[in-house]
């Protein structure tokens, strides 16, 4: 099912009609996970959403499994709240999204994944080269061709290039590692929340058969294609809140019907 969201305004109208008081949007970053790349995204939502972002160590090795603590610790025990969850920390937003809170009402995948994006021979150099990789500063040339798009806009790319070179270059390889060992698919077929995947146009990171794996578990999924690079929340903030607000819109007219 393709979803699209007629505009912020008419989307929190329906928000508004079916429950008054706010809802958390609980963001989970990418792998930088610093959470310091939303700022005009959360300007672009609506006052009734109300932001949290989940922040991992930038100088500890962690698994998925240890940075599932990170997550549980920003969601909400209680109110309602949506998950959205950006490329390295979909499978966290998976994972907790299983276990099935009372107050969850629904999940965002941007740009995400539920096995490793990267396959075959591929999957084991990027492994092996990842210590080498991340032990330089990233250039803008990389940058812009795998994250952010050839015309981005230059305070952006350095916002990016901050927040990376803020993570140790040994925790940004033991994340690569963890996303090419990625495996939540069992934990996505216990999902009960309603799931809306953000796919962007012109990734060149997570492919279109990312979407597709999930689409195999969870075809009643909403799904809504943003023409962009990777880090599409960071590029089109705006698109972003407006599809992300519709869903909520949505989501919560099912939970009070």
């Not at 495996?183 to 990171?205: F, G, M, N, S, T």
Request: a positive charge; proline letters at 8%.
């Amino acid at each position: 099912m393709h979803y699209r969201c007629d505009s912020i305004r008419q989307a929190v109208e329906k928000s508004e009609r079916t429950k008054g008081s706010p809802i958390f949007l609980v963001i989970l970053p990418g792998m930088d996970g610093t959470g310091e790349l939303f700022a005009e995204f959360i300007a672009a939502l609506p006052a009734t959403v109300e932001t949290v972002i989940a922040r991992y160590p930038t100088e500890r090795r962690l698994a998925y499994s240890e940075l599932e603590d990170f997550v549980r610790a920003a969601c909400p025990s209680s109110g309602p709240f949506i998950l959205a969850a950006e490329s390295f920390s979909t499978p966290l937003a998976i994972k907790y999204a299983a276990t099935n809170p009372a107050n969850l009402e629904g999940i965002v995948l941007c740009a995400g994944f539920a096995t490793s994006p990267v396959r075959g021979w591929r999957r084991f150099l990027c492994s092996l080269i990842a210590p080498l990789v991340f032990r330089f500063p990233l250039p803008d040339f990389a940058a812009r061709f795998w994250l952010v798009g050839p015309n981005s806009p230059h305070p952006l790319l350095v916002a990016v290039r901050a927040a990376i070179s803020s993570v140790q270059p040994k925790v940004l390889t033991t994340r690569l590692r963890a996303v090419l060992a990625c495996e939540v698919r069992a934990e996505l077929h216990r999902i009960q929340a309603p799931i809306l995947y953000i796919q962007a146009k012109r990734d060149r990171l997570v492919s279109a058969s990312c979407l597709e794996d999930i689409r195999r578990i969870k075809p009643q999924l909403a799904m809504a294609s943003v023409d962009g690079p990777h880090l599409l929340l960071q590029r089109e903030p705006q698109k972003a809140a407006e599809i992300i607000v519709g869903f909520i819109g949505s989501c919560r007219l099912t939970s009070t019907a």
